[in-house]
């Protein structure tokens, strides 16, 4: 049973819009969530974090929002440029085991010209 | 910069070979990771290692065994290829502690058993 979950397989995106990509978690033990990027032909690059203790945390184009309540987070891209055209893997980690990272199925995001 | 580096981009064996998948990487770390990615079920752990001669279960570890008899480098091993184990392999490495960013992959080795 995935604990993490991107419930969008792809996403379309006009260039210079705002991207929204979606996760929802299951395990309330989270406490550390993580975006992360991946191109074609090559590996996983780590994006963006979130602390449970946080709701929000921004680093230029990129900004995560984190709603405990809900179990949900999201990364906000804006604007969208096409060089952000990849996979896009929401992640998460328990306090007891932080040296474990859960990846999510991934969103696969087009930002058209 | 850190560098995670797999042997094989792209391997095809047939069923009932033994498969073996290297990683090496160059800055030190103490943590190494081996998860599969296939569509739908984004990347899933197998095995990872947080010392030398140690191994721990990951999520899906049935058909796969690991070694890691020094620190740079951690092998993944398929006693019996079958085609489920079909997938893209990726290989991580990380510092130990809470954060999550630290873990580096390499670029992943397309495994086809036919």
């Known amino acids: 049973d995935q604990q993490v979950k991107q419930n969008s397989p792809s996403l379309s995106v006009q260039e210079g819009r705002i991207s929204i990509l979606n996760c929802d978690y299951t395990?309330?033990?989270?406490?550390?969530f993580l975006w992360y990027k991946k191109y074609p032909a090559e590996g996983p690059t780590f994006l963006i974090s979130?602390?449970?203790?946080?709701d929000k945390n921004e680093d230029g184009r990129f900004t995560v929002f984190l709603n405990k309540s809900a179990k949900h987070l999201s990364l906000h891209i804006v604007p969208s440029q096409p060089g952000d055209s990849a996979v896009y893997f929401c992640?998460?980690?328990?306090?007891?085991?932080?040296?474990?990272?859960?990846f999510g199925p991934g969103t696969s995001l087009s930002v058209i010209p | 910069d850190v560098k995670v580096t797999q042997s094989s981009r792209y391997l095809v064996k047939r069923t009932g070979e033994k498969v073996f998948l290297e990683c090496v990487q160059d800055m030190d770390h103490e943590n190494m990771f081996w998860y599969r990615q296939d569509p739908g079920l984004g990347l899933r752990l197998i095995y990872f290692?947080?010392?030398?001669?140690?191994?721990e279960k990951g999520d899906i570890p049935e058909g796969y065994s690991v070694s890691r008899e020094k620190k740079e480098r951690f092998s993944l091993i398929l006693e019996s290829a079958s085609t489920n184990q079909t997938s893209m392999y990726l290989c991580a490495s990380s510092l130990p502690g809470p954060r999550g960013e630290t873990q580096y992959f390499g670029p992943g080795t397309r495994l086809l058993v036919l």
């Open positions: 992640a998460a980690q328990r306090k007891t085991s932080y040296d474990k990272v859960i």
């Open positions: 979130i602390s449970s203790i946080k």
């Open positions: 395990n309330s033990m989270f406490d550390y």
């Open positions: 290692s947080y010392d030398v001669k140690m191994k």
